[in-house]
């Protein structure tokens, strides 16, 4: 079977796929797939038995293998394709939107965006204070929608300003992108550390 998680909520559809195909599961990165590799990845058996569950990431944006994916439908085995966007106009979405389980995620409204913003304006001046204001709403945030706010506040001040500064901070926040999707420490320790350091920037 296949499925078809996309959207910006990258929480919510982490969770909808651990709770689909539980622990240790195959992850493909769909965009690097050639034509070739679809038979073994749809259709292939592993060493540890006929099913498999498989992530695959990113298919989407490899056009070519992405309008294979009808000829895919008929896998034995667990898929979900996890993709950021999902184009509604191509042939491909219109062909299998009926044919498998397609859900988006969507990021909720933020009842605090207002005092995220004035989290980071305090780590311009104060990046202790500013991890103070945050540790008393972290429980019930989202930290990449975090993270998301913080970035376009940031962007704001760089179209205010293209001072020295913003840059820096517009660099640390895209080191931080790399940080919180690939490292193993908690998403709001690596927070709290970029608002440690604004103020030095």
Known sequence: MIRIF???????????????LG????????????????PSVFFGTSLFGDKRKILIKDLGE?????????????????VVLFETKLDKRTTTYKDIKDKVEIKEFKNAI?????????IY?????????????LN??????????????????AL???????GTKEKRVLL??????????????EPFTLLQAFLLQVSSL
């Open 110 to 118: 933020d009842p605090n965006a207002g005092l995220v913003f004035d």
């Open 172 to 185: 640390e926040l895209s080191k931080l992108d790399n940080l919180m999707k690939s490292s193993t420490v």
């Open 6 to 20: 996309y959207g910006e909520n990258r929480v919510a559809i982490k969770a909808e796929i651990d709770k689909v």
């Open 62 to 78: 490899n056009k070519e293998a992405f309008s294979k994916l009808p000829e895919q439908l008929g896998t034995p085995h667990e």
């Open 156 to 162: 704001k001040d760089f179209e205010f300003r293209q």
């Open 121 to 133: 304006k305090m780590a311009k001046r104060d990046g202790k204070k500013a991890v103070e204001m």
């Open 23 to 38: 622990a240790g599961y195959e992850v493909v990165e769909g965009a690097d797939l050639a034509l070739n590799d679809l």
């Open 136 to 153: 008393k709403i972290k429980d019930e945030q989202d930290p990449y929608m975090f993270f998301g706010l913080m970035v376009s506040q």
